[in-house]
T-cell receptor, first 113, second 112 residues
Framework: KAGVTQTPRYLIKTRGQQVTLSCSPI?????VSWYQQTPGQGLQFLFE???????NKGNFPGRFSGRQFSNSRSEMNVSTLELGDSALYLC????????????FGQGTRLTVV | SQQGEEDPQALSIQEGENATMNCSYK?????LQWYRQNSGRGLVHLIL?????REKHSGRLRVTLDTSKKSSSLLITASRAADTASYFC????????????FGTGTQLKVEL
């Protein structure tokens, strides 16, 4: 069974640009969550999508958005990039409801210059 | 914001020794999970303990949960160099969906 796939693995963008990250969950998993990891703030929850609907949302500005497609693949978008958006972005997939383990991808390392 | 703290922040031990990491959290939870992360890569799920459980084992791992003290501990027995990694606790408050709140992490180094 294939794991969670995140693309691309590395990205370098310039301030003010926008970026789209992709996550393909484990087959049969319907929930996809996104997390941002930085040395200063640690691991922080961005949002969760389930059946193409945003089910939970963290405390991030509106520049961070996401969506989920009918095949459960998810994308997150960050517009008007700031230097502080440099981070490791992790995607996690779970079967459906809560109270179960999450499976994480290898992450996308975003550097904003 | 992060749910809580992990203690210690860093731990260095010799191969074969046991490693104990502690996690404290702030609010009521549905479950608590432990994850391992190697060098800025993805997180690997280790164990999940539900709020009505007090102790759980998986191989060389033993997790305890004390909901009255809002704390958990992870014990790795007979550690190996390959256990060198960062360890995070994460809490799920329930209420629908999957939203984990992570602790600050413990960096474990196991030396030969």
């Amino acid at each position: 069974k294939a794991g969670v796939t995140q693309t691309p693995r590395y990205l370098i963008k310039t301030r003010g640009q926008q970026v789209t990250l992709s996550c393909s969950p484990i087959s049969g998993h319907r929930s996809v969550s996104w997390y941002q990891q930085t040395p200063g703030q640690g691991l922080q929850f961005l949002f969760e999508y389930f059946s193409e609907t945003q089910r939970n949302k963290g405390n991030f500005p509106g520049r961070f958005s996401g969506r989920q497609f009918s095949n459960s693949r998810s994308e997150m978008n960050v517009s008007t990039l700031e230097l502080g958006d440099s981070a490791l972005y992790l995607c996690a997939s779970t079967v459906s409801g809560g109270n179960t383990e999450a499976f994480f991808g290898q992450g996308t390392r975003l550097t904003v210059v | 914001s992060q749910q809580g703290e992990e203690d210690p922040q860093a731990l260095s031990i010799q191969e074969g020794e046991n490693a104990t990491m502690n996690c404290s959290y702030k609010t009521s939870i549905n479950n608590l999970q432990w994850y391992r992360q190697n060098s800025g890569r993805g997180l690997v799920h280790l164990i999940l303990i539900r709020s009505n459980e007090r102790e759980k084992h998986s191989g060389r791992l033993r997790v305890t949960l004390d909901t009255s003290k809002k704390s958990s501990s992870l014990l790795i027995t007979a550690s190996r160099a390959a256990d060198t990694a960062s360890y995070f606790c994460a809490t799920d408050k329930g209420g629908g969906g999957n939203k984990l709140t992570f602790g600050t992490g413990t960096q474990l180094k196991v030396e030969l």
